[in-house]
T-cell receptor, first 114, second 110 residues
Framework: EAEVAQSPRYKITEKSQAVAFWCDPI?????LYWYRQILGQGPELLVQ????????DSQLPKDRFSAERLKGVDSTLKIQPAELGDSAMYLC????????????FGSGTQLSVL | SQKIEQNSEALNIQEGKTATLTCNYT??????LQWYRQDPGRGPVFLLL?????KEKRKERLKVTFDTTLKQSLFHITASQPADSATYLC?????????FGAGTTVTVRA
């Protein structure tokens, strides 16, 4: 069964460093999401893409976070500079594009900022 | 502001019993509601979707109800098994957006 691929699986960095996460959605899925999940909380939407266009980035801290999906396929989320409070699981999800269909999540990238 | 609340306490139940989880929401009119299962260190996995005009959905040992008047969804796991131990997330959707609750952790004792 097709899966959403994410890398790296774990990332440890020091504050003020730059980090980047990569996501490859299921083939043919037009909609791609990046969520952040702090331990004990639910996933919080950071950014949503429809093909290569940003649909919603209202919760993305744009002073330090950036996201792109240049060819409408895979996507990269970057943090520069990282802060202690950025320690969390970063989840990528995709779906074909119909509004009410389920999301397919990757296994996430666990970020620890020291 | 929109708020989604799930059982604040973890749920510990005996194998074979029914687990009932609650999802309440305020300042929201979702077109549909979804339930996901999340194991430690993994991404959520979709379980069930119920639309605003539906009262109940079933899938194997799972049952979901949706009461738009009470602004509440109930999620039931019948004949629970230790393998059902996980965190269960409810998510409310409208248009393109999906917003998640904090989840309820269920532990099923053998």
């Amino acid at each position: 069964e097709a899966e959403v691929a994410q890398s790296p699986r774990y990332k440890i960095t020091e504050k003020s460093q730059a980090v980047a996460f990569w996501c490859d959605p299921i083939s043919g899925h037009a909609t791609l999401y990046w969520y952040r999940q702090i331990l004990g909380q639910g996933p919080e939407l950071l950014v949503q893409f429809q093909d290569e266009s940003v649909v919603d980035d209202s919760q993305l801290p744009k002073d330090r976070f950036s996201a792109e999906r240049l060819k409408g396929v895979d996507s990269t989320l970057k943090i520069q500079p990282a802060e202690l409070g950025d320690s969390a699981m970063y989840l990528c999800a995709s779906r074909p594009g119909t509004a009410n269909e389920k999301l397919f999540f990757g296994s996430g990238t666990q970020l620890s900022v020291l | 502001s929109q708020k989604i609340e799930q059982n604040s306490e973890a749920l510990n139940i005996q194998e074979g019993k029914t687990a009932t989880l609650t999802c309440n929401y305020t300042n929201y009119s979702p077109a549909y509601l979804q339930w996901y299962r999340q194991d430690p260190g993994r991404g959520p996995v979709f379980l069930l979707l119920i639309r605003e005009n539906e009262k109940e959905k079933r899938k194997e040992r799972l049952k979901v109800t949706f009461d738009t008047t009470l602004k509440q969804s109930l999620f039931h796991i019948t004949a629970s098994q230790p393998a059902d131990s996980a965190t269960y997330l409810c998510a409310l959707g409208g248009d393109y957006k999906l917003s998640f609750g904090a989840g309820t952790t269920v532990t099923v004792r053998a």
